[in-house]
């Protein structure tokens, strides 16, 4: 099976051969899910690796009380999820949904560990994408632990604008459909602190908020904010 061109686009498959790459095409399944569909749970078996095709989708972690707090978003074509539970065997630490329509790859953990083991290019890959999820997670935890939800809310906007913007005359249009449920999941406060906070980013013309999205309209208001 001849591996599609975004193959070498990817991250996780940087600098591996041709003859490389056909190897674990082999081994890969494409997976559709519709708006809204769970891809897998929290607390499910982890058999496969996930690498994103098309789409967004969304990571999050129940709490007892059955709110949600979100621990990423994945918009990028080739970013790797649900890697921890083929790693350690144990099962899904979070719940995955997608957020529209979604294309994904899959890979068995079997499958995942042969071509680990054969290929060290793949391997190496691998743990740099690890480490830049650690490096994210470090982020967001020093963000909730030191910044007050407007700063929080600031961040994470220009944050989006920078995976996920836009430039248009009028600003950066984020290009992700959010509610503003999703965002403070994403930040980690209420909806009623988020909602205020973006109202007051409206009042000083900082953002546009039309139809469900975002659009950035003074970058520089935004990163000042967060040194308040």
């Not at 975004?6 to 674990?24: A, V």
């Not at 891809?39 to 709490?63: C, M, N, T």
């Amino acid at each position: 099976m001849k591996p599609p061109d975004c193959f070498g686009q990817m991250p996780l498959f940087n600098r591996l051969t041709h003859s490389q790459l056909g190897e674990i095409c082999q081994d890969i399944l494409e997976r559709r899910f519709e708006p809204g569909e769970i891809i897998f749970h929290e607390g499910d078996p982890g058999e496969v690796v996930y690498l994103l095709k098309a789409g967004q989708v969304r990571i999050f972690v129940s709490g007892l009380d059955g709110s949600e707090t979100s621990v990423m978003l994945i918009g990028q074509p080739g970013q790797v999820f649900g890697e921890l539970a083929v790693i350690d065997g144990l099962p899904r630490s979070a719940t995955a949904v997608s957020l529209n329509a979604v294309s994904l790859y899959t890979l068995s953990r079997e499958a995942f560990t042969r071509h680990a083991q054969r290929i060290p290019q793949f391997s190496l890959n691998f743990l740099q994408e690890l480490s830049h999820r650690l490096r994210y997670n470090t982020q967001q935890v020093d963000s909730l632990a030191s910044l007050g939800v407007p700063q929080r809310l600031a961040r994470k906007l220009l944050e989006l604008a920078q995976a996920y913007g836009q430039i248009r005359p009028d600003g950066i249009f984020i290009n992700l459909t959010l509610t503003q449920t999703d965002l403070a999941s994403l930040i980690g406060a209420t909806r009623e602190s988020t909602n205020k906070s973006l109202r007051d980013f409206r009042r000083h013309q900082w953002i546009q908020l039309r139809q469900g999205h975002i659009t950035i309209l003074n970058q520089q208001a935004l990163q000042a904010q967060i040194s308040l």
